[in-house]
């Protein structure tokens, strides 16, 4: 079958995308920008074809006509503004819409969230409006509503495991006491895949869930049981939901916006209804437990697939990378570092520039990266925890630390990024190996486009610093060894 997979660069996209190949599907991916889309190696496969459209704002003749079985819509921008995401979440589901009914799709997959309260919290609600937008298609519509999503590199996992592994004590909200019904990765992924074109399943909802319903609380516990920690919770009544927003925020490596969105949703219980999809489908359901511990077998051999953290609304909301891509020269300042590298180091030098950041750090000074950090926090920024998905791989849009992928060409020996940090102007970074008359060096270049006299300041302000910083970075990305 042709499949359209639309948010193929998102978390569930990325996971979901490889178990439709193996299952024989044709997939088109679905990108907002196909710069974002990883190359080479799995993702060159014929069966995988690239369909760049922007469903927030959409007159691509291209969308028109095409040939398609059943398509995917997990498209969501609740991370992009704490005021506005509803507005984009219905603009881009009747666009969607619109561009559906113009193929030959006989069947819409939407992947939602548990809506069975009266009062629901802004991102549910946008999230149950969204299905009411793709009900108005001529295509039958098949929901999927689940609850908190288990698995490496999920939001909801990553808040949990920063919770547990940072804090001893945690004094915590009252919302802690409220009952979910966490569902595995896996478990997602399998009811994806077995309602396609499933006569049964065409114009019906269901809720789906793990099999056991259990707290907030409960969840921090058996995560911290299976990763053999001791943790002492107490929850109290007095913390705001703005006080509940900025403990996440300055605990967990989640953005402020989001931050809000969830403690909105925290509040809200999740339980899923019954229904017949688990034994129509015959699903083997995983406990909460069993699901943190095969989420942590991923991350201990490095195979993550997708992060939350990689998702562009993670951040900063824009749509196209494009943007940034060309570095500017005028009226910009530069801190260039150019270093000699022996012809037999070269492989260790690049594996070095493409395991940088994470727990690998940053070469030299790391203190004063996590200072930075800190600071943007402070600032309401993305601050140092968001880290890196893989320790060793590196594709343009994903995340390190504060910093986005432009560039990773491992063939050119060349890795881009761009500071999402809270600054006051636009900063960028370039690591490349270059051969010069048969000599080889590590070119090293941060780029600062101020922004007003305010970024001149700050540029001078912090010079003193970028000269041990980014000397000391150079002469050990070149030395290092494992």
């Not at 949703?265 to 034994?279: G, P, W």
């Not at 051969?435 to 600062?448: D, R, S, V």
């Amino acid at each position: 079958m042709k499949i359209l997979l639309t948010g193929a660069t998102g978390y569930i996209g990325k996971r979901l995308l490889p178990v439709l190949i193996e299952n024989g599907h044709e997939v088109i991916c679905c990108v907002r920008d196909r710069n974002r889309f990883p190359s080479g190696g799995f993702y060159s496969n014929p069966s995988i074809r690239l369909l760049e459209i922007d469903f927030l704002n959409t007159s691509s003749a291209e969308i028109l006509n095409l040939e398609i079985d059943a398509a995917y819509y997990l498209i969501h921008s609740m991370s992009s503004g704490v005021n506005n995401f509803e507005t984009l979440e219905a603009r881009a589901a009747r666009n969607f819409v619109n561009f559906i009914d113009r193929t030959s799709a006989k069947q819409i997959i939407y992947l939602s969230g548990i809506t069975n309260e009266e009062n629901l919290s802004r991102h549910l609600s946008s999230r149950k409006n969204v299905e009411i937008i793709l009900k108005e298609s001529k295509v039958p519509l098949t929901t999927l509503k689940a609850g908190i999503i288990v698995g490496s590199g999920s939001a909801s996992f990553e808040i949990i495991r920063d919770l547990v592994e940072k804090l001893p004590v945690m004094i915590a909200p009252k919302w802690l006491k409220t009952k979910h019904q966490p569902i595995a990765i896996r478990n997602v992924i399998e009811s994806l895949i077995g309602v396609i074109l499933n006569d049964k399943t065409l114009g019906s909802s269901y809720d789906i869930g793990g099999p056991g319903i259990i707290t907030y609380k409960e969840m921090l516990l058996q995560f911290a049981e299976v990763r053999k920690l001791k943790r002492i919770i107490f929850t109290v009544p007095v913390m705001t939901p703005r006080l509940s927003s900025y403990w996440l925020y300055f605990v967990t490596s989640i953005s402020y916006k989001l931050a809000v969105n969830l403690v909105n949703s925290m509040k809200i219980e999740i339980v899923a209804r019954d229904n017949e999809l688990t034994k129509m489908l015959n699903l083997k359901l995983i406990p909460y437990k069993e699901a943190v511990g095969l989420a942590f077998q991923k991350i201990e051999q490095n195979l993550v697939v997708s992060s939350w953290k990689d998702s562009l609304i993670s951040s900063s909301g824009e749509n196209s990378l494009n943007q940034h891509i060309n570095v500017p020269f005028h009226g910009c300042y530069t801190d260039k570092r150019q270093k000699d590298i022996d012809e037999s180091s070269l492989k260790y030098v690049l594996e070095n520039i493409w395991s940088i950041g994470g727990d690998r750090g940053w070469y030299y000074a790391n203190w004063l990266w996590q200072l930075r950090g800190f600071i943007d926090k402070l600032f309401n920024g993305v601050g140092l925890r968001r880290g890196r998905t893989n320790s060793s791989k590196i594709n343009p849009g994903d995340t390190i630390d504060f910093w986005r992928v432009l560039v990773a060409d491992k063939k050119e020996k060349r890795l881009l990024l761009y500071a999402e940090m809270k600054l006051p102007g636009d900063a960028w970074l370039e690591l490349q190996i270059v051969e010069k008359h048969g000599n080889y060096f590590l070119q090293q270049t941060a780029t600062f486009r101020p922004k007003g006299l305010l970024g001149r300041l700050y540029w001078y302000s912090v010079l003193s610093f970028h000269h041990f910083i980014f000397n000391g970075m150079a002469n050990n990305l070149i030395r290092y060894r494992d």
